[in-house]
Every structure is written in structure tokens, then in C-alpha cells.
């Protein structure tokens, strides 16, 4: 089984500075996706990010990227240029490749941008 | 095009009773799925369906039931609540493997008294 570990469950930053969350993963498989999801107060899930594991390039977004450390099973996001609307809840996730649509979620980090 | 819409968004159930969270997709995806969030916990799979008339159980399946005729929808059943279940719950869908997107409905947030 997998399991995905957020270990910072809140963070702030100040408007403008740059941010990173922290998620790492244990799995045994060597074909699987992994994921940062945003859920503001509005409850909805927000896909941010996706990268695959086959792929060394680090995946971005505007100002959102990852730093993929494959060997060390860790998935970190770093936002840059942080906005007031990036207050929300992120949450990692991780999918084998053959799972279907079986998403394991980690216990979320916090991050509220401060003004 | 409205996505994954589920209904309703709040219940309030006493112990004891049955109920069907109703989540139905309109991008003729063959993945969908149910989660649950609970406070610290992040989303856990309760069920999930990789086709009509295919279901199997999630991480944590026990109290709920599931059912796909359609590729369109995807029922939850409560069959008997429990306090233990109250929680915000999540249907999610997706075109094919895991290089595409998820798309979540809006979640419905229920609470057994």
C-alpha cells in the first residue's frame, strides 16, 4: 500500500514571497503519477500540478513547480510570487499508473498568504 | 458543460437512517470514484468504478454501498448511518489512466446525528 505523509499542516507567507510545501511518499511501484491539489474555503478540489514519475524533468505551472526527488521519494511544491488567493488547503496525492483513478491523499498543509 | 454535479450538497440524518448521495458526470468518463475528508485526514476512497457494471472497494468501503448501470452515474448508499460518517464527501471522475485530470463535484457535506 502507499502512503503519502505531509508533514507541515500549517504554513504563512508573506504577499509576493515564495513558499514551498513539503509531501514524501512510500510506495514500491515504479510507474505512478503524483499530484498537488488546492481546496480553498470554497471546498471545490483544484488540480495544480501533475508530474510523472517516468519523467526527470520537474513539472511547472506559472508560478507553481515541483521538485521530484524520485530516489528520496519526495514531491515538493513551490509557490512563487504568492497571492492572496493561494490561501487554501493543498493536499499531495499519489496514483500508480494502473490504478484506475485510485487517488492516496496525504493530511494536507494549510498555507495562508498573508497581506 | 457542468461537469461532475452532486446533490444534494448538505444532509443532516439521524442514526439509523438510509440515504443516496447522487453524483452524475456529463464528460462520458469511464473512471469515477468516492471519497471521503475528515478533518486532518485528507480524502480517503471509499469506492471506485472503472466502467459501468464494474465497482470494487476503496481504502475504506465498510457501511457504504455502490452501484454503476450507467457510465453517467455513480450512487452512494448509506444503508444504515452511523455518527462515525459524518464527513464531507467527494465523487470524482476521469477520462482513462492516471496521465489525465481528476474532476471532483463540489462535495456533499453530511452529518449524522
Known amino acids: 500500500a502507499q502512503t503519502v505523509t505531509q508533514s507541515q499542516p500549517e504554513m504563512s507567507v508573506q504577499e509576493a514571497e515564495t513558499v514551498t510545501l513539503s509531501c514524501t511518499y512510500d510506495?514500491?511501484?515504479?510507474?505512478?503519477?503524483l499530484f498537488w491539489y488546492k481546496q480553498p474555503p470554497s471546498r471545490q478540489m483544484i488540480l495544480v500540478i501533475r508530474?510523472?514519475?517516468?519523467?526527470?524533468q520537474n513539472a511547472t505551472e506559472n508560478r507553481f513547480s515541483v521538485n521530484f526527488q524520485k530516489a528520496a521519494k519526495s514531491f515538493s511544491l513551490k509557490i512563487s510570487d504568492s497571492q492572496l488567493g493561494d490561501t487554501a488547503m493543498y493536499f499531495c496525492?499519489?496514483?500508480?499508473?494502473?490504478?484506475?483513478?485510485?487517488?492516496?491523499f496525504g493530511e494536507g498543509t494549510q498555507l495562508t498568504v498573508n497581506p | 458543460n457542468a461537469g461532475v454535479t452532486q446533490t444534494p450538497k448538505f444532509q443532516v440524518l439521524k442514526t439509523g437512517q438510509s440515504m443516496t448521495l447522487q453524483c452524475a458526470q456529463d464528460?462520458?468518463?469511464?473512471?469515477m470514484s468516492w471519497y471521503r475528508q475528515d478533518p486532518g485526514m485528507g480524502l480517503r476512497l471509499i469506492h471506485y468504478?472503472?466502467?459501468?457494471?464494474?465497482?470494487d472497494q476503496g481504502e475504506v468501503p465498510n457501511g457504504y454501498n455502490v452501484s454503476r448501470s450507467t457510465t453517467e452515474d455513480f450512487p452512494l448508499r448509506l444503508l444504515s448511518a452511523a455518527p462515525s460518517q459524518t464527513s464531507v464527501y467527494f465523487c470524482?471522475?476521469?477520462?482513462?489512466?492516471?496521465?489525465?485530470?481528476?474532476?471532483f463535484g463540489d462535495g456533499t457535506r453530511l452529518s449524522i446525528l
Open positions: 496525492a499519489f496514483m500508480k499508473r494502473t490504478s484506475g483513478s485510485r487517488l492516496t
Open positions: 510506495t514500491s511501484e515504479s510507474n505512478y503519477y
Open positions: 508530474q510523472e514519475a517516468y519523467k526527470q
Open positions: 464528460m462520458n468518463h469511464e473512471y
Open positions: 468504478s472503472v466502467g459501468a457494471g464494474i465497482t
Open positions: 470524482a471522475s476521469m477520462l482513462g489512466q492516471g496521465h489525465q485530470p481528476q474532476h
